[in-house]
């Protein structure tokens, strides 16, 4: 029974972990067209819009050279696991 209960904590980390990871890159993705004006809104705020709609949080957002963005998520899933964290950065092709 320990084996499974530990088993499954570990299944709803790497799950936690893939949804923050994806609301990173969607938010990032998001934010990056605000910042090069293919779709309306500051880039930060439109991240955390998008990042909100997948129950995640923008834990920071910066503007970086050649019109990238880069944004850090956190999900709180199951107190015992603490918070998921996503990193992503998005920008226009080279």
């Keep these: 029974m320990t084996a499974m209960a530990v088993m499954l904590l570990l299944v709803q980390s790497a799950v936690l972990a893939s949804r923050a990871a994806a609301a990173a890159d969607l938010a990032a993705l998001a934010a990056a067209d605000a910042l090069r004006g293919i779709s309306t809104g500051e880039p930060?705020?439109?991240a955390a819009e998008v990042a909100a709609r997948h129950a995640a949080t923008v834990l920071s957002c910066s503007e970086g050279p050649g019109q990238t963005?880069?944004?850090r998520t956190g999900l709180t899933g199951n107190p015992l696991l603490g918070t998921a964290t996503g990193?992503?950065?998005?920008?226009p092709p080279p």
């Design 44 to 46: 930060c705020t439109v």
């Design 69 to 71: 963005v880069e944004v």
């Design 87 to 91: 990193h992503a950065r998005a920008g």
